[in-house]
């Protein structure tokens, strides 16, 4: 046992009779050692030099072009690409790009279609869906920003650039209001209504209660026709005389009923119908 314990003492001195099963300890090989760095670096080499996928430098090559030459560089289809490159990213988005143009027309309209037709899509799930409305949500944020603490009045054609790519492509009627302070400034926007493909109720009590709450002197009522056709209809018009009949003896002003669809817009007010 004490011969034992001595060899055991000297550290590197193990010996066969010390490991019975004739396993080397750290003093086997030097050699064996020297040679793992080697092996490795040849695993690292042989790894490395598999070809990266096509679709990589793809996606870099639209990226350069993209920074080169903004967004007037890139056709719609590669706009579109470059969009789902974080939605779908170890595959070719470019296939995927073209048959949501094919389907919908165009990228406005891609970004703007509803969830359920989206999804009638091979290869579009929720990421591919979330990706395309967030686009939406901020284009709407940044041309909503540009309206605000500007007059309305005064910026017309930006109020109608936003209303157009806020409810134009909507598939069921929404009945949204502009509500504006004494200088014509945006106070607040809200969808007040959504109803069905070609009705939406209205209730002149609720539009005059919202507006006295903001302490708003003045709305901007709008609405969209799913159809495409922004022409008023006999409704429209009478629903637009009574809300301004009533919210005019209370000092809010009713500026203009703006009707929007993909065919264009109609204004009630310059069509004198009110």
């Keep these: 046992m004490a011969s034992r314990g ?6 590197s001195g193990a010996s066969i009779e010390d490991n019975p099963q004739g396993t080397f300890l750290a003093a086997a090989s030097p050699a064996a050692s020297e040679r793992a760095p080697e092996q490795l670096s040849v695993a690292t080499a042989s790894d490395t030099s598999e070809p990266a996928p096509d679709y990589l430098g793809h996606r870099q090559r639209l990226r350069e072009r993209f920074r080169k030459g903004g967004d007037d560089a890139l056709p719609d289809y590669e706009l ?9 990213p170890r595959r070719d988005t470019k296939s995927l790009a073209k ?31 979330t990706e395309l409305k967030v686009v939406r949500a901020a284009a709407l944020r940044l041309m909503r920003s540009e309206i605000v603490q500007r007059p309305a009045m005064s910026s017309s054609r930006q109020v109608l650039d936003y209303l157009l790519a806020a409810q134009s492509y909507e598939q069921c009627e929404q009945f949204r209001i502009l509500f504006l302070d004494k200088r014509n400034r945006l106070i607040a926007d809200e ?22 709450e903001l302490s708003a002197t003045a709305v901007i009522l709008v609405h969209n026709h799913p159809s495409g056709d922004p022409t008023p209809s006999r409704a429209d018009i009478d629903m637009t005389k009574l809300i301004a009949s009533t919210a005019a003896p209370l000092g809010i002003a009713v500026h203009d009923h703006i009707i929007v669809g993909r065919e264009g817009y109609a204004s009630l007010k310059s069509l004198e119908l009110f």
């Excluded at 949501?100 to 799930?125: D, H, M, W, Y």
């Excluded at 109803?195 to 109720?201: A, E, F, I, K, S």
């Design 191 to 212: 969808v007040q209504q959504r109803g069905t493909v070609d009705h939406t109720p209205v209730y002149v009590r609720e539009v005059v209660k919202r507006a006295l």
């Design 80 to 88: 579109l690409e470059m969009l789902l490159f974080r939605a779908i």
């Design 99 to 129: 048959q949501l143009l094919a389907r919908f027309g165009t990228f406005a309209e891609v970004i703007s279609a509803p969830e359920q037709r989206l999804k009638e899509i091979a290869g579009v799930g929720d990421s591919v869906i």
């Design 6 to 11: 001595k060899r055991s003492a000297q550290g």
